[in-house]
């Protein structure tokens, strides 16, 4: 079974040593002084790791649309903007998002400004541009949803208020350079009432779809997705799905599979005694039509995430008669919509549960986030990991402050698999106002989050108050290979150890022409589609030394993301046979494939040469990484990765760079490569394995000697 994504290097041999990292759990906790509520509405994870979280805080005479940037080690802020340009209240950012530079897009509402977005320098946090959408009536709207496409623009979805209307759905794109507004799209129920988008994505071709309620004559609020050109706003289908009683009908979360097909969920009234009903809908990503479609009775589907096998995990509450409203996680299968487990949380006060969002980690294990209701406590901040497979509990933390209302309204999962959650904590009477602006981080793998210290600073923007808990937390042991040999620095693109370990990496213009090259000859081309901003290596061993063509066996394909953490992987263990001098992936003879991470890899003659016409240059050999981190396990190949943030703890050589490690013990050889953000051989170095003392340095890529021994 693979080791964990953050097991950084790799066992290559039966003696090992073990290294030892560390992270940080932190509590960061924003008062305003006005004794008032402050949430947080959302976060992400950047790049380097760092936090950003969004919402509103309450000063003297004002409210604040809230951005904060906070170090992913420590929890301390890097920078943090409170605008308030109205001189008045309604200020809030409700979502937030990270382009690929690392700039921050915030949207919600600012007073009577409209639909708002906001862009920030990652760095500084200085204002890059901001965009006010305003209908053609005299109330404010808002923003409640953000996604950016490939290119960087930003789709914003929300509502705005026109004449003759109560509130439309709208949806617009605004350049991520300038936040000029390219277009929109908006739509009045026939009741002309309140229509809201409450979620906004991009699929894979940069079209839009936004889900949310419209409200129409005889029916009420109706569960509403609307699909869009991403270049014009044009509408390319709408789906508006009524409950058995009219009333109120919404969609809340949406996700896409890998074919761009939609998992839409929200709340169907059917029954006036349920109350409603918990509903997941999959849609076609041509015609919006029904997949299939799964209610179950009373409940409410607040979000959704879609795993790499395709199957739905949809999260929110469900009713019974003796528990109320339990918080509750339901996984079902992509393709057929049948139910493959589910787990229920009921508080000890038999009231209402709730959970508000849902993240995957990279081993597709699920994060909840929410609140429960406990006797003596109230509402208590609750967060749990469930096993990908079952359902099954793999921890649960449950927080109270003082016994008011917390609660967890977003939830990510960070390039080293840690939970980043946020939302509002009740400080009260002892704390520093009401609900406080609240960013928790835990230990992903065993939600650990003991803390040995606080740290107080001051504001005077806001008079507000700032409290970082941290506690530092030991990282799982990291077995790593026991390695000998001086290892030189290459750039080579001919990087091979002849009969032994074999390996080639692929950049993103090169990774993304092979998976088009793989859609196109099998002819799926209408459900698949290549993966943007990805690269990705494929490694395979030969078994020794021989003029007879042998299998090169075992293999691996591993997709990567831009700071290099394992998206998918795919292994193999009978590729067609080549001559043993021949190196890998340029033979004649050699037709390797591989069916994995959604898509599919096929390196035949032919995609060979095509590759090589198309980006200017062949495949450069490197280094292959593993499946999510660990050993491919019963086989003589073993392999890992080291992410962007795994690798800064090398030294500040390495900042922005990722690598890989990959070894074959019998044949007692290596090959490690250093690789830039787009996929692009930064150095390269190779090395041999000494079976008879069973450690040795790594040295190379600017990497400080390192000892691997017993």
Known sequence: MPAKRYAALLALCAGYSVLVTTASAWDYELAGAANANEWARAVVSDASGDVLAAGFTIGPSADAFTVVKLSGENGTEVWRRDINDNGGFSNEAAAVAVDGVGDVVAVGMLGHGGLTAIKFSGASGSELWRSSIHGTGSSAGAAFAVSLDSAGDVVVGGEIFNTGASGDWAIAKLSGTTGVEAWRHVVNGSANGLDYVYAVGVDSAGDVVASGSTNNLGTGQDFTVVKVAGTTGLETWRRVITGAVAGSDSASGLAFDVADNVVVVGSLLNDFTTGGDFTIV?????????????????????????DAAGDVVAAGSLTHPTTSADFAVVKLSGGSGAELWRHEINGSSNAYDYVHAVALDPADDVVAAGYTDNQGTGLDWTVVKLSRSSGAELWRRTIDRAGGSDSANAVAVDGDGDVLTAGQTDNAPPGLGNLDFTVLKVRGSDGSFSFSGTTTTTSTALATTTTV????????????????????????????????????????????????????????????????????????????????????????????????????ADGADGIPSFPDDCPFLSCDSVCAEFIGCGVGIKLCPAARAALATATGRSATPALAGSLRGGRLEGHDLSCATLSQRELRQYGRQFRKLHAFFCGSVPDGVFIGTVLRKKGDLQCSLQGAINSATGCGPVVGCGFPQMDFCP
């Open 469 to 568: 808990t941290t506690a530092t937390l030991p990282r799982a042991t990291t077995t790593t290979a026991t390695l000998a040999g001086t290892v030189p620095t290459t750039t080579s693109t001919t990087l091979m150890l002849p009969g032994r370990l074999s390996c080639a990496t692929f950049n993103q213009a090169q990774w993304r022409f092979l998976e088009q090259y793989f859609i196109d000859s099998t002819g799926l081309s209408d459900i698949l589609k290549p993966s943007k901003k990805r690269h990705g290596f494929i490694c395979g061993l030969l078994p020794g030394p021989s003029s007879v063509p042998r299998l090169l066996r075992p293999g691996i394909s591993v997709r990567l993301t831009p700071k290099g953490v394992v998206e998918c």
């Open 282 to 306: 999959k849609l076609a990503r041509a015609t919006g039509a029904d997949l299939w479609r799964r209610e179950i009775s009373g409940g409410d589907a607040k979000a959704v995430s879609v």
